[in-house]
């Protein structure tokens, strides 16, 4: 056999082998049995699974307390302006007493007290209306008296007092022996006035006065 025939075959050879070499991966590239790697895992975050527990049926609410017959609130104190006073009306001449007692001669003053007489609490409001025997006109108010949600409360068998000045004989007026009084209402209420004897008291025009009630008597005697 020839140099060159020798060296065909030995090509040929070669060619076959490198064939045969690159088979697999050409299998691979046309779709053949070569595993691809496993898919990694979503970057979404996973849901929670919902919970299988029912929610809690909210409770009922509480029924309110009841409150005291007639709306009114309990604790209501003295003189206050609570709900609990409400149905607490002015004092009027039919639920007091009335009494005047020489107090200062020299200015003829006089110290007027009045008594819760009724069976339940009044309000003795403002200053009490007074006038002096057959003389014309009623004493003047001297110092401001509390509003009516203010005004001193009077349970029963209780009193207020109020100042009642005539004045410094002055050479003006005139001296009377009786008074007679009715109680501030703030209404159109007809009242029966309470009269009470004054030995010596002379009221003057200009000075005479009355303090508005109050609870005791140095206040009464010295606004």
């Not at 039919?94 to 005047?100: E, I, L, S």
């Not at 004045?167 to 006035?193: C, F, Y």
Request: glycine residues 12%.
């Amino acid at each position: 056999m020839s140099t060159v025939r020798r060296a065909a075959l030995a090509i040929t050879a070669l060619s076959a082998l490198a064939l045969t070499a690159c088979g697999p991966a050409e299998d691979d590239a046309a779709g053949g049995t070569g595993t691809t790697p496993a898919a990694s895992p979503s970057a979404t975050p996973s849901s929670k699974a919902p919970s299988s527990k029912a929610p809690s049926k909210p409770s009922a609410p509480s029924a309110p307390s009841a409150s005291p017959a007639g709306g009114s609130s309990a604790g209501g104190s003295s003189g206050g302006g609570s709900s609990a006073d409400y149905d607490v009306f002015p004092c009027s001449t039919y639920d007091v007493t009335f009494k005047a007692s020489l107090a200062e001669p020299t200015t003829s003053s006089y110290l007027l007290k009045v008594t819760n007489k009724s069976t339940k609490a009044c309000r003795a409001l403002g200053h009490p209306v007074v006038t002096f025997g057959d003389l014309d006109g009623q004493a003047t108010e001297r110092g401001a008296a509390p509003g009516i949600e203010d005004a001193l409360r009077l349970e029963p068998g209780e009193s207020a007092y109020a100042g009642l000045m005539g004045g410094a004989d002055d050479g003006k007026g005139r001296t009377v022996g009786s008074i007679a009084m009715t109680m501030n209402t703030e209404s159109d209420l007809e009242q029966t006035p309470l009269g009470a004897t004054t030995p010596g008291l002379y009221v003057s025009p200009e000075v005479n006065s009355v303090t508005p009630w109050v609870n005791n008597v140095e206040d009464a005697l010295s606004l």
